[in-house]
């Protein structure tokens, strides 16, 4: 049994470091790893930056890494360089977010597992691994539900002038930005699914306005209609959910959940907890 390892989830935004050294544990959080924003280099660079006056990489014997994009081999490859270079004597178990959301609320049990946070995914998990994922089609042409799906809902009511009065208002006054400032955030600089996503705030800081809760249902439906209404074991199993997107927006999950006549399970934020649970008690 490996007494000192790490588990890392990591997002688009953001990357929790659980780290087990014997029985103590220590945590970190640093920017998000994907290698789809991040060369091996730059992922080098932050895990050294924030892990050198913490341990000495040399003592870990295993890492667990969880993170989004790494249902591609290539950035796979890209993951297991950077942190071999860090963690010279290391295993490393390397496995999608969407794992990482099925362990921490399944465990070793069988489920349906969503993600909505910056970005939003969803399988059916056998109790070992998923098995059915329906596609990942990212912010640009899927994503539906998620941080950067609903953040460009308040952007394109923004720039439509869609918004009433009193909502156009509140905008002006939190964000303090231009129509050239956006366009300039989402077309010409990095990240532009982070800068979406950060439009989301708006909706849970508005709840009760019918233009908010229409675009919060909208979205989340249809998440809903179009990747659990067409999987199978979505009327066989629990619908489990993790995510920031999820937690926040809870109550619109049950409700449609309920619509749906779906069985609806855990609703977690982040699936930390549950992971440093399952690496406990399954070896």
Known sequence: MRNNYIIADSG??????????GKEKKTIKTIGISPYFLTTVQIVETIQKSFSKKID?????????????????????????????????ATLDIQTDLVAAARATCQSNKGVTCILG??????????????????????VLGDEGSGAYLGKKVLQYYLYQTFDEELMHSFENKYQINKDQILDAVYKQPLPNRYMASFAEFLSLHRGHYMVENIIEDGINDFFFTHLNKLNESWLHPIHFSGSIAYVFRDVIKQLATAYELELGQIIKSPMEGLITYHKTVK
């Open 12 to 21: 688009a935004t953001k990357c929790h470091w659980t780290i087990q050294l």
């Open 57 to 89: 990489p040399a003592i870990i014997d295993a890492i667990y890494f969880y993170g989004t994009g790494l249902s591609n081999p290539l950035n796979v490859a890209s993951i297991k360089k950077a942190l071999k270079q860090v963690f010279v004597n």
């Open 118 to 139: 910056t970005g939003s995914n969803t399988g059916f998990y056998n109790g070992k691994k998923i098995v059915k994922n329906s596609p990942g089609l990212g912010y």
